[in-house]
C-alpha cells in the first residue's frame, strides 16, 4: 500500500514537472508583458519588478488587434471546415471500403508534409497570383485546408475504423443509403474524434506562420503576422513582442481550456477496448 | 464661348482625374525599428495634403526581405512602397526590380542629402531607393567611469587604446565590462562589426578576381583581437548578444565601451529609454592600421518596386517621408532628438537638432567618413564597407558568421573558423560562378 502510494505521488510530481515545464515559456512570455523593455532583456532577469501595461496600450496604438484576431478566427474556423468536409468522405471510404492501394494513398498523402513549403512557395504565389488570390482570407482558407488535410484524413480514418463495421451493415440492411450512415451512424459515433481533429486543425491553422506572413499583405494577415510586425532588427522589443504574442495566443488557450476535455477523449477515443 | 465650355469641361475632365488619384491606396512594406513606428504615426498628416490612403504591412527585417523578393520577382505587384537597406539597393536596382528615384522634384533638394548616403544608394548614376535615415558606427563611451579611472577617450581612438581601456574598466564581479560588441552570428550582427575589424586592419573579403581572403593575415590579426577583447573584457554569454542586446546591455549601465550604430545614440540619449543618457560621450570609430571602411555604412530607404502599379502615388509619398519637411515634422512633434539621421545637411544644420542632439556632429563626421566607394585599403571588386553587395553575400557572411562566433565561443581555434570559413566560401563563390 505505502509503495503504491510513493508511485503515485512520484508520477504526480513527474506529471507536474512536465507540465510546468511545458508551460515555462508561456508563463515567461506572460511577465515579460508586463516589464519595460530594458527589464526585459536584463541579463539577471528579475521576478519581482512594477507590472506596468504600457505594452498593450502601444501595441494596441499601433496595430489593429481585433482585426488581426477576426482574420485568425475566420482562417482557422473556415480552413478547418473545408479541411473536415473533404476529409470526411475520404475517411469513409477508406476506412470502410478499402483497396490494395489504401495503404499507399495514405502514406502518399502523407509525404507532401515532408516536403519544406518554401519548396512550393513559388509555384503557390504564382497560382495566387493568377487567381487573384493573395492577400486575401479565401486564398489562405484554401491553403490551410489543404495543409492539414493529410492529417485529417489520417486521423479520421483511424477513428472511424473503431467503429465497428457490424453497426454500418445493420444501417444498410435498414435500407441507408451511404450519406445516411455518414449522417445518422458515423457521424454521431465518431463525435469524439472528429472534435479532436478539428481542434487539432483549428491550433494548428492558428499559429502556422510561413504561408500566414508570405501570402498576405495589408488585408488578410492572421494574428501571426501581427506577432511577427513587433519584431525589430534595430531597438528593443521583447516586451512589446511580448505583450502581442500574449494577445494572440489568449484566445486559443482559452478555447484549448474550454474543450481539453473533448480534445482529451477524442484522441484516446477507442484506445480501450 | 465654346472656348470657355471646352475650358470647363477639360479643367472639370482634370479634376475628375485628380480625385480618382486621389482616392489611391498604397501598400507600404517596413520594418518595425522605431523611425518607421513614428513614420506610421505621423501619416495622416500626408493624407490630409494629397488623399492617398496608406495601408502598412510590418513585418520581420528578413521576413520583408523574403516577402518582397517573391512579391518581385513574381511581379505580385503587392507593394507600391517597400523598405530596403544598403545592401539590397544595389543589386535589386541593377536587376532592374526597383523604379528610379531621380525625378522626384526640384523641391526635394537632392543636394542637401548626405553624399556617401546617397552613393550607398545609387547605381550607374541612378537612385534606387531614398534614404529614410542612415547610421555609420562610432564608439559609444562611458564619461563618469572614463572620469574616475583617470582615462581620457580621444576623438579618434586607434584599438590599442581601445583595448587598454577595456582592460582598465572590467569589473565583471559589478556587472561592469569593458567592451560590449556583437557576437550574435549573422552578415547583418557580428559580421557588421567584424567587417570593419577587418576593413581597419587592412584586410578584404575579396581580391580582384573574387578570390577569398579569409585566411589573410590580416583577417587573422582582426579575428584574433575581436575574440581576445570580448572574451576577456566583455560580458559573458557574448555570441549571444546583437545590436539589441548590446544596447540594452549598454543603456542599462553595463558596458564602458561599445562600438555600434551611430542610429543608437538617439536613444541612448533618450532618459526614458537609458539610465546612462547623461554619462555617455561619443568617439570616432577606432583604427587599427588603416582609416578605410574603420566605420560601417548603412541606410534604411525607401524603394518602389518595378511591380506597383501606383508608382506615381508612391514616389509622392516616398518624397514626403524622406523630406526636408518631414525631418522638422518628426523634430516639432516628436522632440528634435528623434529626428530622423544621417540623411539630409540640413538636419545638421539646425540649431534646435543641434541643442537637442549634442552627437550630432560625431555622427556627421562618421557618416562622412563611411565612404562605400573606397571601403578597404586594398583595392576590392565590391561595393559596401561592412557587406559585400552581391547576392550570395547573406549566406556567405551568416556562414562566417557562425564561424566567427564558434571562435569566440571557445569551439575552435581562430586559424580554423577561418580555414573553414575560406572553404565555405571558395564553394560558393565557384558554385556561383565567379572564380573558376
Known sequence: MRLKLDTHAALSLAGWLA?????????????????????????????????????????????????????????????????????????YGMAFFPTKRTRGTLLWMLSTKMMPPVGALVPVTLVFRDLGLIDTLAGLIFVYALINLPIVVWMLY????????????????????????????????????????????????????????????AQAGPLTAFIASFSAPEGLFWAKLSAASTMAVAPILVFGWLSQRQLVRGLTFGAVK | ????????????????????????????????????????????????KTGIDLNWVILEENVLRQRVTTDIATKGGQFDVVTIGAYETPIWGKQNWLASLDDLGDSYDYKDVIEPVRN????????????????SSF??????????????????????????????????????????????????????????????????????DWKPQLTSPEWKEAVTFYVDILKNYGPPGATSNGHNENRALFSSGNCAMW????????HIYNPAESKVADKTGFAKAPVAKVENGAGWGWAWALAVPNSSKKSDAAKKFIAWATSKDYVTLVGETQGWVSAPPGTRKSTYDNPEYKKAAPFGETVLKAILAADPT??????????????????????????????????????????????????????????????K
Open chain 2, 259 to 266: 562600438i555600434d550604430a551611430t542610429a543608437a545614440a538617439g
Open chain 1, 158 to 217: 483511424t477513428f472511424f475504423r473503431e467503429i465497428p463495421r457490424e453497426i454500418l451493415e445493420a444501417g444498410r440492411m435498414d435500407g441507408a443509403t451511404p450519406l445516411d450512415e455518414l449522417r445518422f451512424l458515423l457521424l454521431p459515433l465518431s463525435l469524439p474524434g472528429l472534435a479532436s481533429t478539428g481542434l487539432l486543425a483549428v491550433i494548428l491553422t492558428w499559429n502556422e506562420a510561413f504561408w500566414s506572413l508570405n501570402l498576405t499583405a
Open chain 2, 374 to 435: 573606397h571601403p578597404t585599403a586594398q583595392p576590392v571588386p565590391y561595393a559596401g564597407i561592412q557587406f559585400v553587395a552581391i547576392p550570395e553575400f547573406q549566406g556567405i557572411g551568416t556562414q562566417v558568421g557562425q564561424s566567427v562566433a564558434a571562435a569566440l565561443s571557445g569551439q575552435s581555434t581562430v586559424d580554423q573558423a577561418l580555414q573553414s570559413a575560406q572553404t565555405a566560401v571558395e564553394r560558393t563563390m565557384k558554385q556561383a560562378g565567379y572564380i
Open chain 2, 1 to 48: 464661348m465654346r472656348k470657355t465650355i471646352a475650358a470647363t469641361l477639360m479643367a472639370g475632365f482634370t479634376s475628375f482625374g485628380a480625385t480618382i488619384a486621389a482616392a489611391e491606396t498604397l501598400t507600404i512594406a517596413t520594418v518595425n525599428n522605431a523611425d518607421m513606428v513614428v513614420m506610421q504615426k505621423l501619416s495622416p498628416k500626408f493624407k490630409e
Open chain 1, 19 to 91: 507540465a510546468s515545464a511545458l508551460f515555462f515559456p508561456i508563463a515567461w512570455m506572460l511577465l515579460t508583458s508586463f516589464k519595460t523593455e530594458i527589464e526585459a532583456v536584463a541579463t539577471t532577469p528579475s521576478l519581482i519588478f512594477t507590472p506596468t501595461l504600457d505594452n498593450y496600450i502601444t501595441v494596441q496604438e499601433r496595430a489593429d488587434y481585433l482585426k488581426f484576431a477576426l482574420n485568425s478566427v475566420v482562417v482557422s474556423f473556415g480552413s478547418t471546415l473545408l479541411a473536415l468536409a473533404l476529409a470526411v468522405p475520404a475517411a
Open chain 2, 139 to 208: 564608439t559609444y563611451y562611458r564619461k563618469d567611469l572614463f572620469a574616475q579611472a583617470g582615462l581620457t577617450m580621444p576623438e579618434q581612438p586607434t584599438y590599442t587604446d581601445i583595448k587598454k581601456f577595456a582592460t582598465a574598466l572590467h569589473k565583471p564581479a559589478d556587472n561592469q565590462y569593458g567592451i560590449c560588441l556583437r557576437g550574435k552570428p549573422g552578415w547583418g550582427e557580428n559580421m557588421a562589426y567584424v567587417g570593419t575589424l577587418v576593413n581597419t586592419f587592412g584586410g578584404r573579403w575579396f581580391d580582384m
Open chain 2, 120 to 135: 550607398m544608394l545609387t547605381v550607374n548614376g541612378k537612385l534606387y531607393a531614398a534614404p529614410f535615415y542612415a547610421e
